[in-house]
RNA sequence: GGAGAGAUGCCAGAGUGGUUGAAUGGGACGGUCUCGAAAACCGUUUUACGCGCAAGUGUAACGAGGGUUCGAAUCCCUCUCUCUCCGCCA
């Protein structure tokens, strides 16, 4: 959530910044102020009262020490009216904070000044191309056509066995799949990433603290038993991992990664787009996560992008770069930008990674913090991106590089997939 | 799943109703000493919020939430987690 005394300084300038992401409840703004007003006076009054209650108990027991019992007992009489007075302070304070906190996490994150205006995809702003565009042979098919030839994805299987979504992988198409996460690993650990296996379900405290609570929880599967979500993105459990701490400044930037399976229900979502591994509701992904200071936030987010370039350029895929716009960025992000990689025989671009400068949002949920030269405690920034999410790389891989009797592999796999094509 | 024990500051660990935000030890940081280091010695070392230009000061927090009391780290209840034993099990 934002940091209420930037809301406070700056009311104008966040709803202004807040209508580009096309965010209507601009008058929350106005609202947060109010509260928190409301707030300052109602505390000053509240710790005034208890002040007195505080000084009083101490003579009572200052008193009974002394043996003087009957101005003991006046003083109790005295602290229970004040007491008493105290309560329905306390109420109204305990209220003003509820809704308070209600109203700011209501708020989304304002967008940078680099993101473009816009309310659609068709909006988002074309960054730069990479790569080419294969040329398929005339009888070239979508890769779920292509995954049942070479018998490398089930997807009837997955029906059976838990439902649409959550395919099978078979043979070569498992071992494709570990040499991705291997792969991917890899090039972040070489990268100076930390590498984690998180658990895949993780408590309300951190899908709140990386903002997929209260904005999307009915995109997470929920096992209410225990109250566990399971994870939609490692971003969420590793990033929490630095929850309620203060690091020290020498320590950023903190960078982790992760592979994780992700699960996610996209209700409502149905029709060509989910067809094959387009869209599903269990996915493998490997994360990049940064904790950094918030002056170097902005570089690293350059620097991540870099980095996924990079990868996507060694899998010798044609891929895009967008900037997203006002209305296609997450609820939580300062400025994303989007990779997307072109799925030949569906001849449409898939997203693949989605990189996500946070600021302040998340960490100020989070409280993750640093001591700063001065002594001074600061919230440090966030970033994260998908480096890389496994199932459409898969569907482009196969398209992409299909001949007539197998499907060749790029250099950087075949030591990791053990053979240059699959047949 | 059953029975028992426990959860205190960066860590270890004292504290069982009244100046305890918290003894003591360790660590970390700063200083003295040293050519430098070690050792020794001195000092500093939680966070959030309110008021204040500031120095400072008020309130809250001893796993979380509630309760008892004039007063709770200390007593009671619920929950979470950890440990030990039994059961089950990859």
New binding site residues.
């Given amino acids: 959530m934002l940091q209420l005394a930037f809301i406070r300084q700056n009311a104008e300038f966040v709803k202004e910044r807040l209508r580009i992401k096309n965010f209507s409840e601009s008058e929350l703004v106005d609202a947060i102020v109010q509260l928190d007003d409301q707030r ?1 006076k109602t ?2 009054e ?3 009262t ?2 007195k ?6 003579e ?2 200052q008193l ?1 020490a002394k043996g003087e019992k009957e101005i003991a007992e006046n003083k ?1 009489q005295e ?2 009216s004040l ?1 008493s007075s105290l309560q329905p302070v306390a109420e109204k304070l305990a209220t003003i904070e509820k809704e308070l906190n209600e109203t700011l996490v209501k708020l989304p994150n304002i967008p940078s000044e680099k993101v473009p205006p816009g309310k659609t995809p068709a909006d988002n702003v074309t960054l730069r191309e990479g790569g080419k565009k294969p040329v398929l042979p005339s009888r070239a098919v979508p890769h779920w056509d292509l995954a049942k030839k070479y018998n490398l994805i089930d997807f009837e299987l997955g029906n059976k066995i838990t439902g649409s979504g959550f395919p099978f992988y078979v043979n070569k198409g498992a071992k494709l799949q570990r040499a991705l996460i291997q792969y991917f690993l890899d090039f972040n650990i070489d990268a100076g990433y930390v590498e984690y296996q998180p658990p895949i379900m993780v408590n309300e405290a951190s899908a709140f603290g990386t903002g997929q609570l209260p904005d999307k929880e009915g995109q997470m599967y929920h096992a209410t038993e225990d109250n566990f979500y399971l994870i939609p993105t490692a971003e969420v459990p590793v990033t929490n991992i630095y929850r309620d701490e ?1 690091v020290k400044e020498n320590d950023l930037p903190i960078r982790m990664t992760a592979y994780t399976p992700c699960f996610r229900r996209e209700a409502g979502s149905y029709g060509k787009d989910v067809r094959g591994l387009n869209r599903l509701h269990q996915f493998d992904k490997v994360e990049i996560v940064q904790i950094v200071h918030p002056e170097k936030s902005y570089a690293t987010h350059e620097e991540m992008v870099l980095h996924i370039e990079k990868l996507l350029q060694s899998l010798e895929l044609p891929y895009r770069i967008l900037i997203l716009c006002g209305g296609d960025m997450s609820f939580t992000s300062a400025l994303t930008y989007d990779f997307e990689v072109y799925s030949a025989a569906q001849e449409k671009w898939l997203e693949v990674s989605s990189v996500s400068n946070f600021e302040s949002y998340q960490t100020n949920r989070m409280k993750i ?1 640093f ?1 700063d030269a001065n002594g001074k ?1 600061q919230l440090t920034h966030s970033l994260n991106g998908s480096s890389l999410a496994l199932p459409r790389i898969v569907a482009c891989l196969l398209e992409n590089n299909q001949t007539e009797k197998n499907i060749q592999l790029p250099k950087a796999l075949h030591s990791y997939f053990g053979n240059s094509v699959i047949d």
């Fill in positions: 300052k505390q000053s509240f710790d005034n208890q002040a209650i505080n000084a009083a108990s101490k009572i027991g009974m109790k602290v229970a007491k203060i913090r001591k405690t």
